[in-house]
């Protein structure tokens, strides 16, 4: 029996324990996108492409980079130009990335707390933005529709949200995919030490258990819920009136397994690209 992990605070402070547990170098070596170097270009290129859409508004395009962790989005968007906000919940992070962020402070706003308060704060306050963008952060959200829900709802006309890395719907891949997913996955696990919880948590996830109470049930979740389900969100951006594009792509802890996978052309997780149309 799946515990629903219903409490969106309940959530963010376990999130935001774990990642400030996580030592960064131990961060990097579990995180595709920050780990290897090709994937990490193909991305940045990703959101160049982006912000070169938004750029056209102005000078400093407002950016909302939710879960912003210590700048994998928020430093290059500074770079180019962009006045960010960076809303995580792990005040740790927030502090690495201020000092990565030395010289652009005029244009860096912090909102350190959950989410989804700071949402609705946003929403309640009438803050817009011209884009909002996430990197490996939704498949940390239980209510992951809400959240682009909400999200919508702050976007200018012609505005952008953009999101990467996160595991596609586990039930939309197909099985030569699946297959090649897990075996790479156990193949860069079996290296990774930690053995007795690392079986335990196995054993839950086989019988579908997540624990409330356990930091590696609650900041995977999505790995008992079929992973992150692309369809929904497509529809639900294309019923808020935007033009939503997923992108499928291969990416996995091992370099070797990344190096395959994208050879044979595989995809197990996806990037979304969604535009608001102008008359809504
Ligand atoms: C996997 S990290 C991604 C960090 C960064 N975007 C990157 O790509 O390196 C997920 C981030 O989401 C944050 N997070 C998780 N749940 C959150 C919540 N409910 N509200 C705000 N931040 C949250 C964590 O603190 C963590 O920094």
Known sequence: MTEPIDSPTKSASVNSEHFSRVGEKKFVRGSPHLKHPALATSM??????????????GDHPEVLDMGAGAGMLTLPLLEMGASVTAADATQALMDI???????????????????FETLAQYEKSGRRFDLICASSFLHH?????????????????????????????????????YWFDRSSYFAWRLFQGNYV????????????????????DVVEYH?????????????????????????KYWSTQSSLFQHLGVRLGFANTFAIVATRRQNR
Do not use: H, W
């Not at 244009?107 to 959950?114: K, M, Q």
């Not at 996830?205 to 930091?215: F, K, P």
């Not at 369809?231 to 294309?238: A, H, K, N, R």
């Open 44 to 57: 940045l290129g990703k959101v160049r492409d982006v912000f070169a859409q938004v750029r056209q508004r």
């Open 97 to 115: 990335l201020v000092a990565r962020a030395a010289g652009f402070e005029p244009r860096l706003t912090l909102a350190v707390g959950d989410i």
């Open 141 to 177: 959200i239980p209510d992951y529709l809400k959240l682009c829900r909400m999200s919508a709802g702050l976007i200018r006309p012609n505005g952008l949200f953009f999101t990467f890395q996160d595991p596609l719907r586990y039930d939309t891949l197909g099985k030569g995919a």
């Open 197 to 216: 919880q690392g079986f335990k948590t196995r054993l839950r996830r086989l019988c579908g258990i997540c624990r409330a109470d356990l930091s590696e």
């Open 223 to 247: 790995v008992v819920r079929n992973g992150v389900d692309q369809v929904s969100i497509q529809q639900l951006f294309e019923a808020e009136g935007f033009t939503c594009e997923i992108q």
